[in-house]
């Protein structure tokens, strides 16, 4: 569920964020759920638990998870800002390759015909 590259130069902390939240924008972890505990996690991915620490402590700064002393993290019943801003840079992306395939002279008709078969999948 929560996976870091070592060899990205995305920091790792960074990369936990950004695994958590894709987690939860496609439904594998719900609200209330309970995060990996961090030693566990640690050990897990063979990393400093103070950079997973680092990592949810960013989340619960979002709102994006809760913790109860000594029972861990949780993940927020309020995630709709989550939403909403992945919301906006999925609509922000569409129109710019929409904007690029306009550009680039490809018919309405074929851009049509894809989001046809996108969403009859």
Known sequence: MITVDL?????IYEQIVDSVKSAILSGIL???????AVRKLAVELA???????????IL?????VYSLPGRGSFVSHDTEAL???????VISDLKRCLEEARKSGIARDEIDSLADKVWDK
Do not use: C, G, V
């Open 83 to 89: 939403f909403d801003a992945h919301h906006a840079k």
């Open 7 to 11: 060899k990205s130069r995305i920091p």
């Open 47 to 57: 990393i400093n638990p103070n950079t997973i620490q680092k990592a949810y402590t």
């Open 30 to 36: 719900k609200p209330d759920e309970q995060l990996p």
């Open 60 to 64: 619960e700064t979002q709102n994006i």
